[in-house]
């Protein structure tokens, strides 16, 4: 009897521990919203949203990030979008499991793991020197676009994946091409989850700081991208000059500029799952 | 009879043309797949090109027997281990904090959790996983800084234990999830067998299928580690940049990517030693992250053979 009793304590004391880490855990994340929030949300005002960086940290605004931000995404999305589905189109539809394909998947798993400075150094001797675009738009889109295409091709690859197979078959027993089938049948049936992927992607693209500083992206600047080409500043850098000042006040900024930033990536998000709902219902219809 | 006519006529040339545009297309998409490939040669190419030009002013023995690292001071002084030191220590504390956290929630959701708490816990995990570092840098250096000196009064302002720990946070999901996604592909005969020969819950659990997916755990916890290594905003902002050798968590230390961060804030010109220190810098990190990210897909792979 006693060595029972002893077990099952034991699985108490167990169980006991696993949710004090998982209440940790959730702890840990209610609190840091907290203190977000409530550092940042007395800053949101339509001046804060419309208004310029400042050496008063009252008067300083978002609106150049915000900008830079979304010229960003725009850029980044229509670079990395395509090139990611094509590559993964191509993986999934014609590689056939040669050396040649083992090498290009291996070397996208390893691409994955990559740190995200290391390819601010890329992009800074690449496409800021090399390429000779300066501190730009179009350099910052171009490097970011390379930090998330492996996620991208990983998510077009198992969306691609979950296309049945008998709709390529019916396809090719009509006569249809490879092509055709690719484009007609399989990419539209695959397209909620590809399009799920690559947001969620790119929401970790909008969030990303360090390869940008490597470029050299400004932090003070005091308008907004008017061309691909012309400098910029984005949301999370914006957020990382105003932190690290000495001032209590900048402070409060960069909490107002990171809650302005995670609204954005609530929306990206509830997008995401709102695709990703919508499409799970088309499956059950047919 | 003329539909078939044209159908004949027509074949020949409309098929020379499919053709073509289907071997275009294919190659189009191999181009953007290897795109990927070109990448990683660009990242190697860029790395070897740089740190070729900075060894050709700075001694190999300098670089990996110095112990002090002062490229931005008058006096020059050229040795990594301090930054390798503080990246080291801070993924250190990150692992103390991920491992038994993660690994903790990861059999508990795996084994003992209730459906609906999966349901609920899963998507908390996810969004952990998506916070912006910079927001984790923040918490960082203004929240958990604090919090921390009022406990230990002789923390310093920037020290290595609050981004750690916090760090430590951050990778918990990957660990997590991954983790329980190798316990959760140990076959049930495995764990039915176990019961059969009377083992209670806790007995399955940790002499049966913990074991069975240590593999698919040590792959994870080994990426996680990765995760930390490179590692950038929360080190930057609550870390501080005084490259120091030491292993006390409680004062300010640099580790490589901070460095690299700092030296990019200010107009550095092309071709100058501090310039390239940070690809010299960015090598090290690049070749640690790499060799952590190979055993851990090795062992990943291993481990997927043994249960398909």
């Known amino acids: ?286 | 009879m003329s539909f078939a006519k044209t159908l004949e006529t027509e074949k020949p040339i409309r098929r020379v043309i499919q053709t073509v545009a289907e071997k275009l297309i294919e190659s189009l998409c191999f181009l953007c797949a290897a795109v990927s490939v070109l990448t990683t040669f660009g990242v190697v190419a860029i790395l070897c090109y740089e740190v070729a030009g900075f060894f050709t002013k700075v001694s190999f023995s300098e670089f990996f027997l110095s112990t002090e690292w002062t490229p931005l001071f008058y006096h020059k002084s050229f040795g990594i281990w301090p930054l390798v030191c503080g990246t080291l220590l801070i993924s250190f504390i990150a692992m103390c904090v991920a491992l038994p956290l993660g690994l903790l929630v990861a059999v508990y959701l795996s084994e003992f959790a209730h459906p609906k708490t999966r349901k609920v816990v899963k998507p908390i995990l996810e969004i952990l996983a998506g916070i912006p570092t910079i927001v984790y840098g923040y918490f960082a250096l203004l929240f958990v800084t604090p919090v921390l000196q009022s406990i230990i009064p002789t923390l310093e302002g920037f020290n290595a234990l609050a981004p750690g720990m916090v760090m430590g946070i951050m990778i918990l999901p990957m660990v997590a999830s991954l983790s329980e996604d190798a316990l959760y592909v140990v076959p049930r005969s495995l764990r039915e067998g176990s019961y059969a020969m009377g083992a209670t819950k806790l007995q399955v659990v940790f002499s049966v299928v913990f074991p069975a997916a240590i593999g698919g755990i040590t792959a994870s916890c080994i990426l996680a580690l990765s995760r930390a290594v490179g590692e950038t905003m929360i080190v930057a902002i609550a870390a501080g940049q005084q490259p120091a050798l030491h292993f006390n968590p409680l004062k300010a230390i640099e580790a490589m990517t901070a460095y690299i961060v700092q030296v990019s804030l200010g107009d550095t010109p092309h071709g100058t030693i501090e310039y390239q220190t940070i690809f010299a810098v960015g090598a090290v990190l690049f070749v640690m992250t790499l060799v952590l990210n190979m055993v851990s897909l090795r062992i990943r792979e291993r481990y997927q053979r043994m249960f398909g």
């Open chain 1, 1 to 286: 009897m006693k060595p029972h009793l002893a077990k099952k304590h034991a699985e108490k004391i167990f169980l006991g521990l696993a949710l004090t880490a998982l209440i940790l855990t959730i702890l840990f994340l209610f609190t840091l919203l907290w203190d977000v929030i409530s550092d940042g949300f007395p800053k949101i005002s339509g001046g804060f949203l419309s208004g310029y960086p400042s050496r008063k940290p009252s008067e300083a605004g978002i609106l150049p990030a915000l900008a830079g931000s979304a010229y960003l995404m725009a850029l980044t999305a229509i670079i990395a979008v395509p090139i990611g589905l094509f590559a993964a189109v191509y993986l999934e539809e014609y590689a056939n499991k040669s050396y040649l394909s083992r090498i290009l998947e291996l070397n996208i798993a390893n691409l994955a793991g990559v740190p995200s400075i290391i390819y601010g150094l890329l992009g800074l001797q690449l496409f800021v020197r090399f390429a000779d675009l300066g501190r730009s738009v179009a350099a910052g889109a171009l490097t970011l676009s390379l930090l998330i295409l492996p996620v991208i091709i990983i998510a077009s690859r198992e969306a691609l994946r979950q296309v049945p197979k008998g709709f390529r078959e019916a396809s090719l027993a009509l006569g249809a091409t490879k092509w055709q089938t690719v484009w007609n049948q399989v990419i539209p049936n695959a397209l909620p989850g590809v399009m799920t992927g690559c947001i969620l992607a790119l929401s970790r693209a909008i969030g990303e700081t360090a390869p940008l500083i490597c470029l050299g992206a400004l932090t003070y600047v005091a308008f907004v991208p008017d061309s691909v080409f012309s400098a910029f500043t984005a949301l999370p850098i914006q957020a990382f000059n105003w932190v690290s000042r000495p001032q209590a006040a900048f402070h409060e900024n960069a909490a107002g500029a990171i809650l302005v930033l995670l609204v954005l990536l609530v929306m990206l998000n509830s997008f995401a799952v709102f695709i990703r709902m919508k499409f799970q219902k088309q499956y059950t219809q047919g």
